[in-house]
C-alpha cells in the first residue's frame, strides 16, 4: 500500500511539474519582467494571447512616479506594414494599460513598449531582442475548454502512473494504461478538435493537413498509446518483458511530448492573402505552410 501511494504521489509531482513548464514555455504565455523605480520593482505581465472579443489590453505597472511615460508600438506580424505608436493612459479601473487593434481569429501582432520612469528610458523586450508576438483566437465553449483540459491533465497523470507501474507494479499497469488512453481519445481526439475548430475554424490543422504543432503531438502520443495497448492486451502474459518496456516507452515519448511547448507552430493568419481580399477564415497556415 506505501509503494502505491508513493507511485501515486511521484506520478501526480511529475505530470504537474511537466504542465508547468509546457505552460510556462509556450508562446501565448504571459511576457513576464519588471519595471525598476529606485530599490522598488513592479511586475508586470503582458499579453502574448486574447479573445476576438475586443482588442487586447496590454498592462503595465500604475506606478506612483512624476516622470512615467509609456507607448505601445505595434505592427501586424510578419508584413511590411509600418509601425503604429499608441500612449499608455489609465484606464476606467485606474489601469496603465494600451489597446491593440482586435484581429480576426489566427491574426497575430508583433509589439514592443518604450518608456520613460524617473528619468530612465526603457524598453521591453530591450532593444535588439525579438517583438512580443500576440495572437488573436475566437472564444472557446466552457462546455468543451473545461472537460478537454481535465481530459488532458488525466492523461498525463494516469498515463506517467502506468509507465511508473510497468517499472515498480506491473500488476496494474494495464488498468491504467486503458484510463490514459481513453482520457487520450475523448480529451485529445475529440474534445481537441472541438476546441481547435471554435478558437480558429478548423478541427485539425496537423498531419497530413498542416503543421500545427499540437495537433501533430496529439497525434503521435495517441498513435503510440494505441499500439502500446494492442501489444499488451488486456490480459496478463506469462512473460511481461516486452508489454512492461512498451508502457514505459509510451509513457516517456508522452512526457517528452508534454514538455514541448504547447501551440507552436499554430494557426497564423496570412495577412498578404487578407490584403489580396482573401476570407480570413480562408487565410489561415500552420507551421509548416
Known sequence: MIKKILLWVLAVFMAIAAMIYQRSTGPTYEYKG????????????????????????????????ANYTASLHYKRYQTQDPVASLDFSLDEDNRFVAQLPIQPAAGKMEYYISGMLDGQAF????E?????????????SDYILIPHVVMM??????????????LFD???????TVVAFLA???????????VQKSAFGEYWTGFPFGGDFTDNKMLIMW????????IIGLKPKKKEQISRAAVLTAAVVMTVVYLIPHSLG??????????KGIDPKEAIKTGAQ
Not at 530599490?39 to 505581465?45: D, Q
Not at 487520450?184 to 472541438?194: K, W, Y
Not at 499554430?266 to 490584403?275: E, F, I
Open 123 to 126: 524598453n521591453i523586450p530591450e
Open 34 to 65: 519588471y519595471l525598476e523605480k529606485g530599490e522598488e520593482r513592479h511586475k508586470y505581465e503582458l499579453l502574448r494571447s486574447q479573445e476576438t472579443t475586443e482588442g487586447a489590453k496590454i498592462e503595465l505597472p500604475n506606478i506612483d512616479a
Open 170 to 176: 506491473h500488476d496494474s499497469m494495464r488498468r491504467w
Open 153 to 166: 491533465i488525466i492523461v498525463i497523470i494516469f498515463g506517467i502512473r502506468a509507465g511508473l507501474s510497468a
Open 128 to 140: 535588439g531582442e525579438d517583438r512580443i508576438v500576440l495572437r488573436y483566437k475566437d472564444p472557446v
Open 184 to 194: 487520450m481519445t475523448v480529451g485529445g481526439m475529440v474534445l481537441g478538435p472541438l
Open 223 to 230: 498513435v503510440v498509446w494505441a499500439l502500446t495497448l494492442a
Open 266 to 275: 499554430g494557426s497564423t493568419l496570412d495577412y498578404d492573402q487578407v490584403d
